[in-house]
């Protein structure tokens, strides 16, 4: 919802419409509640001039006090402060406002990933003014409020906000181009054939979160468009448990890798859809992440890895999806299971809701679960910093290699691109062949849309733009 409610000081441009699909672009930033910005000599400090048309939706107008303001929030709260630190952006002293529609942020050292932090729904740009009546000592930046409250100037408002139902009114006193759509509901329908089905009758004009059997059929039927659109920043992939028996040996991870048919599982899953992370070379080409990965099937070689490590009859262990996942992840989870057993490796299937997931994941209480994740900034050493080390959720298999760190500060101090990509090399082929997620895909985003509907765009966040769709 942010999405739509919030501006940010930063975008992306979108490309030119192709197939009525438009992708954002990261090699080209551009100006949301910031018209401009300059950046000095040295690379360390950044001016933002703002918009002075921007106002928020209660008619006030945006300053570079609520900017400050905003920004400080976002580095000082747990879930928000890690992508604003990877952009150099770690204490209010670096944030200086200088008049009413002008601040200026200060980096210790150049940084590549300030403007990409800044374009994110981790740095959303909301009414000071309008929050701090709400806050209190136990809740300093009034996140219980806004649970419930919009203090945004984006290019819709909330007019209803229930657990499965959210109304969005268009707000035209936005600065930016008045979308076309006057209303956006979302709703919660928890059948995806439903959710297809509903859009095939003009009762909603798109459906997301498809499986590949809710989808089967309606080119065929045309009565809707499915839109197949290419994640770059998105993968699927096996998390092995680093932190515990008997996945904190790496030859117990191999040995699982060599078990799986991947172009089994992706031709019989997948429906060959997607891009493969199977297949690779050991040897890295480029700097590009992911890449695939360099275990072929080998059985044999599975059970003299397992041997190796201890392990001469094999293993039991339980194998863990989500609910909220299960009708993407079951079929694979039971492929799975199918060929482990045939080196040894003696599965069993648990499956927990949402929450409990949740919590065991966190816990990094699961010796072998399955996810799918997407990169919030697509860049070689994000996917390194975000999925390989930290003690951070998305570090999902707990994996620590002390090897890496010195390689990420080369990549940071890195004054060429040859430098940095020798260097992102050293990285990916450390983390590829530990293994400690096994990666299947990139998958393709589908999408059912209306056939009078147009202009779907793909953000990095993979979810709905209602500002840039059309109606014919």
Not at 27 to 54: C, M, N, V
Request: proline share 6%; glycine share 6%.
């Amino acid at each position: 919802m942010s999405w739509h409610i919030y501006d940010r000081l930063v975008t992306f441009a979108l490309d030119e419409p192709a197939d009525k699909i438009q992708q954002y672009r990261l090699d080209k930033p551009q100006g949301d509640l910031a018209e401009r910005w300059d950046i000095s000599g040295d690379g360390r400090i950044y001016t933002f001039h703002l918009r002075r048309a921007a106002i928020f939706h209660d008619g006030s107008a945006v300053t570079a006090e609520d900017v400050r303001w905003s920004l400080q929030r976002a580095i000082s709260l747990p879930t928000t402060r890690f992508v604003l630190n990877l952009g150099g952006l770690t204490s209010e002293d670096q944030i200086k406002v200088v008049d009413e529609a002008t601040l200026t942020i200060t980096l210790p050292k150049p940084n590549r990933y300030l403007l990409l932090s800044l374009s994110t729904p981790f740095a959303p740009i909301m009414n000071a003014r309008q929050i701090k009546p709400h806050l209190t000592e136990g809740d300093p930046w009034g996140s219980e409020w806004l649970k419930g409250n919009d203090a945004g100037s984006g290019a819709y408002r909330v007019t209803t906000f229930r657990p499965d139902q959210v109304v969005l009114e268009r707000n035209d006193k936005w600065y930016g181009s008045r979308p076309a759509m006057r209303w956006a509901v979302f709703q919660t329908v928890p059948e995806d054939t439903m959710r297809v089905a509903l859009v095939e009758r003009g009762l909603a004009d798109v459906a997301i979160g498809l499986t590949p059997n809710a989808i089967e059929g309606v080119e065929h039927r045309g009565k809707a468009q499915l839109l197949l659109i290419p994640m770059p920043n998105q993968f699927e992939f096996l998390v092995m448990n680093t932190q515990s028996k008997p996945f904190e040996d790496v030859r117990v991870r191999q040995a699982l890798a060599y078990a799986i048919p991947q172009q089994e599982i992706f031709r019989s899953v997948f429906l060959g859809r997607g891009t493969p992370l199977f297949g690779g070379s050991e040897e890295v080409h480029g700097a590009s992440f992911p890449q695939a990965q360099s275990f072929a099937y080998d059985p044999k070689r599975a059970r003299d890895l397992l041997t190796d490590a201890g392990y001469p009859n094999g293993l039991d262990t339980t194998l863990s999806l989500c609910t909220c996942k299960a009708e993407y992840f079951e079929n694979l989870a039971v492929a799975l299971k199918d060929h482990l057993a045939r080196v040894g490796i003696r599965v069993t299937i648990d499956k927990f809701p949402g929450a409990r997931f949740g919590e065991l994941q966190a816990a990094k209480q699961m010796p072998l679960y399955l996810e799918n994740q997407v990169a919030w900034l697509n860049l070689p050493d994000y996917w390194i910093r975000i999925f390989y080390r930290g003690n951070t959720r998305s570090n999902f298999s707990g994996y620590a290699n002390p090897a890496l760190d010195p390689l990420l500060a080369k990549a940071d101090d890195a004054t060429s691109e040859a430098d940095y990509d020798a260097a992102m090399r050293e990285m990916i082929a450390i983390v590829n062949r530990d293994v400690p997620l096994l990666m299947f895909r990139q998958a393709a985003l589908e999408v059912v849309i209306g056939k009078d509907i147009g202009n779907y765009a793909y953000w990095f966040h993979t979810l709905p733009d209602v500002r840039s769709l059309s109606r014919n």
